[in-house]
């Protein structure tokens, strides 16, 4: 899908003016300048990270193929979702397309939101696919957007994983130091909204941490505790040693953990969704 003009100018401002841009966008998204000098909230430390941090070091967990061996290395390659591809052009891909069996799912090493699942080729534009991919793959200033440097050390490619199901929780187990602090789920996902619930690692629920919107919406029913809870923290705890701050999302499937992703900059350091009180919280956890 080819991006918006407003969207190529704002990934364009993010390379050129990265400090003025991260600035802005704060400004736009949480209505208030950064304390970057003394930051004091998680979104605050996530903004000053990205400016002082190892983004080099980073790119390596962020990158959705390369963070793979990171995983194997600490002893959970049993988590990971199976890969049945990678591809560095579009026509490599096209080449394997017939060796494909779907259901499978899509992905930017590279990005965020860069997902397609395939779930009957039958039915598969290839082209149109392949469109997709090619905007992916070149897209080179993606990073600029919410000002997230780490994206620029990450060579891109393309990733096809077995396809998990529809409709999954995602628990993202918010980690400091390598201690995990609590578990934030998503939910019940439409093109519009998404249902959020917050947790502590024994799983008492914590709705007063949260902002609800239109958006990010309350469950009716809070998300059951997932049996392999334990496992996940132990897991998460493992992944995150060494960050001031990370986030790692993992899913429940049919009795198996299964590794999603390391986040450094949720919602690039603007998250709505955690009260003012609770952002202080986390950013109390966050050692820089």
Not at 113 to 118: E, Q
């Amino acid at each position: 899908m080819k991006k918006s003009l407003p969207h190529r100018m704002r990934c364009r401002f993010g390379v050129l003016f990265p400090r003025t841009a991260l600035v802005l966008n704060y400004v736009r998204k949480i209505h208030r300048l950064p304390r970057l000098r003394n930051p004091r909230t998680l979104n605050e430390k996530i903004q000053w990270l990205k400016i002082h941090g190892d983004n080099r070091a980073i790119a390596l967990l962020a990158d959705k193929y390369a963070v793979r061996s990171y995983v194997e290395e600490k002893g959970l390659a049993d988590m990971l979702v199976p890969l049945l591809g990678k591809w560095d052009s579009v026509g490599e891909f096209r080449s394997e397309w017939a060796s494909l069996e779907a259901p499978f799912v899509l992905k930017a090493n590279n990005s965020c939101r860069t997902v397609l699942a395939v779930t009957d080729k039958s039915s598969a534009d290839l082209d149109e696919i392949c469109r997709t991919l090619e905007g992916w793959l070149s897209d080179r200033s993606f990073w600029g957007l919410f000002v997230e440097p780490h994206y620029k050390y990450i060579t891109p490619c393309i990733i096809a994983e077995s396809y998990l199901g529809p409709s999954l929780t995602d628990y993202k187990i918010w980690c400091f130091g390598g201690v995990p602090h609590c578990i934030f789920t998503c939910s019940a996902r439409t093109g519009d909204s998404v249902e959020i619930d917050c947790f502590d690692p024994d799983w008492n629920e914590h709705p007063e941490r949260l902002v609800f919107s239109e958006h990010y919406r309350r469950p009716q029913v809070p998300p059951a505790r997932p049996e392999g809870l334990e496992q996940m923290l132990e897991a998460a705890a493992r992944l995150s040693k060494g960050f001031p701050q990370v986030r790692v999302d993992l899913y429940w499937v049919d009795g198996k953990v299964r590794f999603g992703e390391m986040t450094f900059t949720s919602n690039g350091g603007c998250m709505p969704y955690f009260t003012e009180e609770y952002q202080l919280e986390l950013g109390s956890k966050c050692a820089l």
